[in-house]
């Protein structure tokens, strides 16, 4: 198909429209509730799909525009990363390291009403400053990102023409709704209806109950069952966080995953949070003063977390990039060959076109940066604003290309920030200002984004309109509704939101960890006299990479990383579903193997419909209640 005609229908905007409407608040409720709400794409278009079939078919290149603009109008909730902040503001663990006070106003309201959440509105004088400058930084973002895209495009997709493994697969699934085989559609109705019933089941007492301001008494608990206290008394296995997820997406992951990367999955998210935690506790436990007998799975991971596997992290972490970097000496030969070997006057302008918007992109980005933050390191500005964006992009990209993964992003800005900021005290308006500022990210995505447009039949424009002239908008104005509605109902996080609760203490304790430059950091160089937690995490990793290059053992330290950064209740259930999968591989023979992906989509559509049911519903009932009859 010719990328001149422009596939941006009518039916496009209309899935957009309905999604951002419809299917944010599922996104946003799910996203507090059980930590995901992915897929939730595919709900729109079998809608359409199923409205249409007395007219003319959704083609590929709608499909691939439909998921887009709804990716972008659904899950992008701007308003909700405020709220996060209030939370931070006010968090014990952000008060345990002495921040709270140094917050800068551009970031969070100083109002204590705000803070505590007795006022919950962004409707307020306060807030003008962080939401404009939250605007402004992502506004300026994606002038960056969209531009390093482009240059990336050009140089890896349309000259070298690298294969793009894996974005090659969301371009197959477009063309595949796109074909409508009456075997997949069966099997992504099965699929809808096993997970329609049971997201009911399970969420119904949580979105309703909550709502009412009732108990919440379920059957099913959220976001996972915990057997963490069992472990201990009947195991004697302390602090362990022993669990099952009870969400759909987690248990249908099995089915997707390939099998190497759950088992790397589950023995590196076991040996850490299983057998880690229980060693700790056991010989070590005064590393974790606050931990007492009995505690629950979410205090488990709050303090071991804080005291303990943030420096185990960091060193996997570290052994990661250095396996990456060794691994992929050729990635770096290769990716300045095509802007310096010479080349035709059209392509150096298709090549610098980009670089001249980044340019301006990433000039702006610096002012803005310099005028948050008086006193920022001018050559840490000029580093993280101007050259790695570039790099990054130009790295990461081609290694995506090659092997559909990118070279492990090293953890740049914290280390330049540690060794530029000694001689500013650990808490001061610097310090924490520094921290908290925003920094460009890379293109990468956005040149997988075009590789699947080129793939599918779709122009660059009609990409770049659908995101950000339609999905972009639409996003904006519904997370300021939806979210500004919830807000409204309860503080977050709550009862009602069990995820916030669970998740984001761990948010507050990695960036203080940062903010205060390691000083609970488990590191014999960093904090002399502390558990070497982090040499002896790295040295793993090593060894891992060494074992995998010279006995060839199928190991991977990245893997190992991914998994140790999963904790058990979701590594388990991923391979309950794996082993699932393949009970039910030999049942039917094989064929399974080949509707994996629809009966995977079929679950996250039945999951989206009925979330959205329960949430209308709860609004409604929030609506009615609060009437002054």
Known sequence: ??????????????????????????????????????????????????????????????????????????????????????????????????????????????????????????????????????????????????????????????????PFPLARVSAEIAVTLGEREPRKVRTMSLGFVLAFAYSLLAYAPYIIGSTLQGQIVSMIPIPFADFSQAAETYLKLRGTLLGVSTDVFTFFSGFVLPTRII????????????????????????????????????????????HVWSAGLLGLTFAAIVSQLVGGWRVFSAIFKPLLVGEEQETRTILYLPL??????????????????????LAVALILTIVWPLLSTLVNARAVGETGYPIAQIPLRELLLISSLRDVPVRSELNVAAWLAPVPGDGVGWCTEFYVARYVGVSIRDVLVTAFAIATPLSLIMSFVYTSLLWSFSPIPSQAFPWAQASWPIGVIQTCIWITRGTMLQSAIFNPGSLPILEVAMGVGLAAFLASTLLRLPISPMLLAVGASTIPPYAITIAIGHVVYRMLLRVTRGELEQLRWPLYAGAVVGYGVSTSILIAIAIVAKTSWLAPY
């Open 356 to 377: 001249l918007a980044y340019a301006c992109g990433a000039v702006a980005w610096l002012a803005l940066l310099l005028w948050l933050v008086p006193g920022y390191p």
């Open 263 to 306: 088992l790397h999955m589950l023995v590196g998210s076991l040996a850490v949070w299983v057998v880690g935690n229980a060693v700790i506790l056991s010989w070590y436990r005064w590393v974790v003063p606050e931990w007492t007998p009995g505690s629950n799975l979410q205090t488990n991971w709050q303090l071991t977390y804080m």
């Open 1 to 162: 198909m010719s990328e001149k005609r422009s596939w941006l229908t009518h039916r496009v905007v209309l899935g957009a429209i309905f999604a951002s409407v419809a299917l944010m608040p599922v996104a946003l409720w799910m996203s507090l509730i059980g930590g995901a709400a992915g897929g939730l794409a595919f709900t729109t278009i079998l809608f359409l799909m199923l409205m249409l079939r007395g007219s003319k078919p959704l083609m590929k290149q709608e499909i691939y525009l439909l998921n887009l603009a709804i990716t972008t109008a659904v899950y992008s909730i701007f308003f909700l990363q405020f709220i996060n902040r209030v939370y931070f503001a006010e968090a014990p663990e952000a008060r345990a390291f002495g921040v709270t006070e140094f917050l800068p106003r551009w970031w969070v309201p100083g109002d204590l009403m705000i803070r505590r959440q007795i006022v919950r509105t962004f409707l307020h004088p306060a807030w003008a400053l962080p939401i404009a400058v939250s605007v402004a930084a992502t506004a300026l973002g994606a002038l960056i990102q969209v531009s390093l895209g482009y240059l990336a495009y050009q140089l890896y997709v349309v000259k070298e023409r690298l």
